[in-house]
């Protein structure tokens, strides 16, 4: 079965979800969507720890467990899925790469919510935490790419230009038509990598 990789860019409350693979060392996209990581799509469930920093502390720990429960399952949802969708196209989807902010730890909730920089921070690790552990849980390999070193990494890796990857990443998205965003581009720039850095 051909191997394929899917890539994530993750937003508050939503990711970018774009599966490619490999054809004699050429990317080809197999499916794109947006993946809600929260049920009900508003600021509150959004955006978590803005939620948290307005309540009591251990209401607040409360709040950002049950979200961050309710995000893995839906990430886990919706990845069952796309490895189900790419298996009826003979893939098998056993890689994932998975775009980050910093990459910075952070504290623990108490310190998070003392900073508004690192509830900002948090906002968006929260989501990356429930798309990590879905690939853990559906058996895909994931790995984690500093988004400024996104662009930098595939001119290296595919010994290209960065114009010239530019425009391919533009061309990967003709078949789907509009919207085919810096979203779904650098979603399958990281697919594409961690698949050509397998081969």
Same mark, same amino acid.
């Given at each position: 079965?051909?191997?394929?990789?899917?890539?994530?860019?993750? &937003?508050?409350?939503?990711?970018?979800?774009?599966?490619?693979?490999?054809?004699?060392?050429? !990317?080809?996209v197999?499916?794109?969507?947006?993946? &809600?990581?929260?049920?009900?799509?508003?600021?509150?469930f959004?955006?978590?720890? &803005?939620?948290?920093?307005?309540?009591?502390?251990?209401?607040?720990?409360?709040?950002?467990?049950?979200?961050?429960?309710?995000?893995?399952?839906?990430?886990?949802?919706?990845?069952?899925? /796309?490895?189900?969708?790419?298996?009826?196209?003979g893939?098998?989807?056993?890689?994932?790469?998975?775009l980050?902010?910093?990459?910075?730890?952070? !504290?623990?909730?108490?310190?998070?919510?003392?900073? &508004?920089?690192?509830?900002?921070?948090? @906002?968006?690790e929260?989501?990356?935490?429930?798309?990590?552990?879905?690939c853990?849980?559906?058996?895909?390999?994931? /790995?984690?790419?500093?988004?400024?070193?996104?662009? @930098?990494?595939?001119?290296?890796?595919?010994?290209?230009?960065? @114009?010239?990857?530019?425009?391919?990443?533009?061309?990967?998205? /003709?078949?789907?038509?509009? !919207?085919?965003?810096? @979203?779904?581009?650098?979603?399958?720039? $990281? $697919?594409?990598l961690?698949?050509?850095? $397998? $081969?």
């Open positions: 079965m051909k191997q394929a990789a899917v890539g994530f860019r993750v &937003h508050s409350g939503w990711s970018a979800l774009v599966t490619v693979f490999l054809e004699n060392d050429v !990317p080809r197999v499916s794109r969507e947006r993946v &809600h990581l929260v049920e009900t799509f508003i600021y509150k959004r955006q978590p720890y &803005h939620t948290a920093e307005r309540m009591p502390l251990e209401k607040a720990r409360a709040f950002v467990e049950e979200s961050l429960a309710e995000a893995k399952r839906l990430a886990g949802s919706a990845l069952r899925s /796309t490895q189900k969708e790419v298996g009826k196209q893939y098998e989807l056993a890689r994932g790469a998975l980050l902010a910093s990459g910075k730890a952070l !504290p623990g909730l108490e310190g998070i919510l003392l900073s &508004h920089a690192l509830i900002h921070t948090a @906002d968006g929260h989501f990356r935490e429930a798309l990590r552990h879905s853990t849980d559906c058996g895909v390999e994931i /790995t984690c790419i500093r988004e400024r070193e996104l662009l @930098d990494r595939g001119v290296k890796t595919l010994r290209t230009k960065r @114009d010239r990857l530019l425009r391919r990443l533009t061309e990967l998205g /003709t078949g789907f038509g509009a !919207p085919w965003t810096q @979203d779904e581009k650098y979603a399958a720039l $990281a $697919a594409w961690v698949l050509a850095e $397998a $081969a």
